[in-house]
Structures are given as C-alpha cells and as structure tokens.
C-alpha cells in the first residue's frame, strides 16, 4: 500500500474547514460523563451497531511525520455496510489533496470487505489486493488500522478489543489543549463537531503485538448520536494520523459498487498484485 504521509497545520485546517464563529478559547473539560465507563461506552456504541446497517460520511484525513515534519491532507468519502454475516465492509475514496496552500485532484480508493484490503489507484492504474485474514476467519479490528486510512467501528467485538488494549474515558479536551509536541491539535478542541464529545483512549496491551505498531489510538464519540467524530492514532515515532467525519448519514442505501474488490481484467492495462494470506509474521 502507498505510504499516507503526513499532514495539517491550523492555518491549512482553517482554510479547508468553513467559517465558524470563533468560540472562546476552551478550559479543561468538567462536565460530567455521559458514560462511567470505557465499557459502559462500548455496550452503548456495540447496541449502536446493531441497528445500524450502513454508514456515509464525508472524510478528512490528516497525517503529520513528526521527524520530517510532512503534513498533508486528504478529503474524501467514508462508507461502512454491515454484511449479512455481522462483519463490516469499508470503503473510502480520496477526491483531494492538500499541501500547505496547494491543492490537487486525486483519485484513490481504499477497500476492506472482511478480507481482502484493496487499493486501487485509477490515474496509476494500479490495484493491490491483500489478503488480511483467511476465509471463515474474523479480523480484530484493530488490525485493521494497521493498513486502512479510515475509521474501524469498534462497539460489535468488544471482547476482542478489551483483550488487546486497556480502555479509559478521558476529558473532551485532554491531549488537544496545550499539547506541547502537537500545538495545533488545539484547532480540535474549538470545533463545534468535537465540543461535548467523549473521548476513549485505547492503549495497546504488553504482549498483545500491537504495542510495537502505536502508543495510543483517542476516539472522539458524539454520546447522542454515537456516531465518531475524531480519531488520532499515535505510532512510537511522534506520526500522527487523524481522521474526522462529517455530515455522517445511517442505514441509507450505498452502492454496491462502493465495495467492489473485483481484480481488473488481465487485459485492462492495469498493474495488478495480489498477495495471499500466509500467515502472521
């Protein structure tokens, strides 16, 4: 899969977000939590789940390379669709680019359809397949993250999750505020989308072979709609990879195509890998 280098400063945020009336700069979260507990939360987002058949979302996703000090910025199309089976298909497609004050038209499509993880890049005409679990099995969803630029529903295996990493609800703000190595995630905690939110942070257990990927992945959840708003996944190196959506719709009709994971004819003219499932590492 193509490297996502990083990006985002406040500046191009700004410019990529519509105007908003500028709330006064936000103090400490005090407000008391809409849930006790990290599994109070993820009982109420597995519930969620249940009667939810698809999701649609406008996607930002923003990558910041602490060492080289890279940032870009990605807006596309997010969708999700419960198959009958109880397991997730993803799919997101990146329509634009932004570096700095440049912007470009982009076309690449990411897809996971509870197996095989696609990347198809039509103006390349490249397509990879990868196969990241073996048929008949289910993938943790964390896992997923490990290869997919794009939100991971959690609340459906909750089992699997808590088993892998310690969870804990933390302040709306905290890690946004006066982050000393990432200043500008303070643009976050001012956005209408975020205030009253709650956040979960999930840190990888000793010993459960995520703890080398990343230190921690914060999830910003609405506890009215339940729906995600933020997420930022810290790896060990300082990267950061944030995603938000917006303008979220559920149980709507999503094209079929929308998830097609289909190999492109050998005489299409497109470059195609595809690489089997061998077993972990």
């Given at each position: 899969?193509?490297?996502?280098?990083?990006?985002?400063?406040?500046?191009?945020?700004?410019?990529?977000?519509?105007?908003?009336?500028?709330?006064?700069?936000?103090?400490?979260?005090?407000?008391?939590?809409?849930?006790?507990?990290?599994?109070?939360?993820?009982?109420?987002?597995?519930?969620?789940?249940?009667?939810?058949?698809?999701?649609?979302?406008?996607?930002?996703?923003?990558?910041?390379?602490?060492?080289?000090?890279?940032?870009?910025?990605?807006?596309?199309?997010?969708?999700?669709?419960?198959?009958?089976?109880?397991?997730?298909?993803?799919?997101?497609?990146?329509?634009?680019?932004?570096?700095?004050?440049?912007?470009?038209?982009?076309?690449?499509?990411?897809?996971?359809?509870?197996?095989?993880?696609?990347?198809?890049?039509?103006?390349?005409?490249?397509?990879?397949?990868?196969?990241?679990?073996?048929?008949?099995?289910?993938?943790?969803?964390?896992?997923?993250?490990?290869?997919?630029?794009?939100?991971?529903?959690l609340g459906h295996?909750?089992?699997?999750?808590?088993?892998?990493?310690?969870?804990?609800?933390?302040?709306?703000?905290?890690?946004?505020?006066?982050?000393?190595?990432?200043p500008e995630l303070?643009?976050?905690?001012?956005?209408?989308?975020?205030?009253?939110?709650?956040?979960?942070?999930?840190?990888?257990?000793?010993?459960?072979?995520?703890?080398?990927?990343?230190?921690?992945?914060?999830?910003?959840?609405?506890?009215?709609?339940?729906?995600?708003?933020?997420?930022?996944?810290?790896?060990?190196?300082?990267?950061?990879?944030?995603?938000?959506?917006?303008?979220?719709?559920?149980?709507?009709?999503?094209?079929?195509?929308?998830?097609?994971?289909?190999?492109?004819?050998?005489?299409?003219?497109?470059?195609?890998?595809?690489?089997?499932?061998?077993?972990?590492?």
């Open positions: 899969m193509t490297t996502l280098l990083p990006i985002i400063l406040a500046s191009s945020l700004m410019l990529a977000t519509p105007p908003v009336v500028e709330p006064d700069k936000p103090q400490a979260n005090t407000q008391a939590q809409p849930f006790a507990t990290a599994t109070d939360l993820l009982d109420a987002l597995a519930k969620q789940e249940q009667a939810t058949d698809s999701l649609i979302g406008t996607i930002r996703f923003t990558t910041i390379d602490a060492l080289e000090n890279d940032r870009q910025q990605r807006f596309g199309t997010l969708a999700i669709e419960r198959q009958d089976d109880g397991q997730r298909n993803y799919a997101v497609s990146f329509t634009t680019l932004l570096i700095d004050d440049r912007q470009e038209t982009i076309a690449e499509h990411f897809i996971f359809d509870g197996r095989w993880f696609v990347e198809r890049l039509p103006d390349e005409k490249q397509f990879n397949k990868r196969e990241l679990v073996p048929a008949g099995q289910t993938l943790d969803p964390m896992e997923l993250m490990r290869d997919a630029p794009f939100w991971v529903s295996d909750q089992d699997r999750l808590l088993a892998s990493y310690d969870a804990e609800l933390l302040p709306t703000t905290q890690s946004l505020i006066d982050n000393e190595n990432f303070g643009f976050f905690a001012e956005l209408p989308t975020i205030v009253g939110t709650v956040q979960l942070k999930l840190t990888p257990k000793p010993g459960s072979g995520f703890e080398d990927d990343w230190e921690w992945v914060r999830i910003w959840i609405n506890p009215d709609t339940l729906l995600p708003a933020l997420y930022i996944k810290a790896q060990w190196t300082g990267d950061l990879q944030i995603v938000e959506l917006f303008a979220t719709k559920t149980n709507t009709d999503i094209p079929a195509e929308t998830f097609d994971t289909t190999t492109p004819d050998a005489r299409s003219g497109w470059r195609v890998q595809i690489s089997s499932w061998r077993g972990k590492d």
